[in-house]
Structure formats: structure tokens, C-alpha cells
């Protein structure tokens, strides 16, 4: 498949990839893709349509009915559900709780790394994720696993005033017989544990500068 430059970013729950993975992006001129809001809106629809997360036949049905777009606003992209933008109520409680139920499914999955391969047929991008430097861009030479320690991470999500067990769907995520959470044998790992927000962009933007990735006007 011929794609644009695929930045990607993978690592457990409140690593810090959302906000590594926008901050790159906008330096770097490219769209900035969250795939955990993908699996996050298939579980607000599910929850919303009072289907059990843990049938897989029913979610599989739900996937057949349900239209999914991605559209870009801002530099970023959204991800819409039947026409509708779930916004905050993708980081809910009960999203928190469902979403790495729902990621075990393989129909769900089928289908939205195809959207996802789809984003970069048109323009880079850095795409944040679980799987994106193993299964969904495996070929991408520039991927990187971005960590923290797990009393880090709960930290940083209790800090952003969200109930959200991490450890709970990090150990789901690991164990998973479809795309588990992996560090990819071409992954570059860095600790977050002591860095701040702008060391992290920074540390990953020079190695990217190094590898001969630019931003569009330099
Ligand atoms: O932001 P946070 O790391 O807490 O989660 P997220 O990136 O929004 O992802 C929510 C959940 O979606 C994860 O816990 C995984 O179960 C699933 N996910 C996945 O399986 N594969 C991806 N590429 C992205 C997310
Ligand atoms: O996307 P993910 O769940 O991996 O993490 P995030 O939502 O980007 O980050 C969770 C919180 O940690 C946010 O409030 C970030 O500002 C903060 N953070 C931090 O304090 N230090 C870092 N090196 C990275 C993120």
C-alpha cells in the first residue's frame, strides 16, 4: 500500500500519547490521529444502544449498521458515529470501563485499521494507538512506545480529574489475543516517568529530525 509518512505512537493508558502525538503533529505540520477515540466511540454507540459489550455477534451487528467517518478539523482528526461527534463522553466512566472489551473484538478492529490505513493514503500523519507501529503501519520506519510507570500514569489521569482504572484495561490491552499492546522489535521506548509534556516532543522530534523527517517549511 503506497501512504504518506506515518508517525506512530503506541503505549499503555496515560502515557502521554495524545498529547505527545498532537503537540508533534502540529509541529510537524501532519494530521494528528487518535486511535483509541475510534474504539472509544464504538463503545459510547454500543453503550448508548443498550448492547452487551461482551456479545460479540451483537457488537458485530452494531458494526454492520453503524457509518463511521473520519473528517479532519483543526489539524486533527474526529472520528463521527452515525454523523455524530460523541466528544467528551468518549472519556466517560462507563467508556473507561467497556472500551478494552470492546478492542478485544475482531470485527471491530477489521474494520476501523481499515479507516485508519485510509488516513494516510491523502496526507502524513502521527497516529497514536496500541497497534499502529505493529499491525496497522508495520512498515513504518519511524514508531515509537512511549511508557511511564503505572503509579505515573494513574497520577496523570487522576490529574486530568478522570475516573479511569489504567491498570485494569492496561492488563486487558497486554493480554488480548488480537493486536495486543507489544513494543514493536523497531519501536524506540522512551520513559516519560521523569519527563515533562515538552521534553517528551522534544526528544521525539530531534530523533525524528535525525531519521530526515522535516517540518514542511524548513
Ligand atoms: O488515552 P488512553 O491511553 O487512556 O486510551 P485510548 O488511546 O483512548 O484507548 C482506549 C482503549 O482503546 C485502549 O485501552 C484499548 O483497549 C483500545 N485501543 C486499541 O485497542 N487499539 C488502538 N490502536 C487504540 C486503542
Ligand atoms: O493519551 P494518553 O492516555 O497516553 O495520555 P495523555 O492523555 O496525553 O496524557 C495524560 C496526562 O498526562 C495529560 O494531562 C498530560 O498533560 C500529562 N502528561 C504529563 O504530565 N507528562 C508527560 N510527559 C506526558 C503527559
Known sequence: MQHHTVIAIDGPAASGKSSVSKALASRLGYLYVNTGAMYRAVTWLALRLGVDVGDAAAVEHLMQQAAFECVKRDGSSSFLVNGEDPADAL???????????????????????????DCALNQPLVMEGRDIGTV????????????ASAEVRA???????????????DAMDKTRKESPLLI???????????????????????????????PPSA
Request: proline content about 4%; glycine content about 4%; cysteine-free.
Open 91 to 117: 472519556v466517560s466512566p462507563e467508556v473507561n470501563a467497556a472500551v478494552s472489551q470492546i478492542a478485544t473484538l475482531q470485527e471491530v478492529r477489521r474494520r476501523l485499521v481499515s479507516l485508519q490505513r
Open 136 to 147: 496497522v503501519f508495520p512498515e513504518t520506519p519511524y514508531k515509537f512506545y512511549v511508557d
Open 155 to 169: 497520577a496523570r489521569r487522576a490529574g486530568q480529574g478522570l475516573e479511569d482504572s489504567v491498570n485494569q484495561r
Open 184 to 214: 514493536a522489535s523497531d519501536a524506540q521506548r522512551i520513559d516519560t516517568s521523569h519527563m515533562s509534556l515538552n521534553e517528551v516532543v522534544d526528544e521525539i522530534f530531534s530523533r525524528l529530525q535525525a531519521a530526515g523527517i522535516r
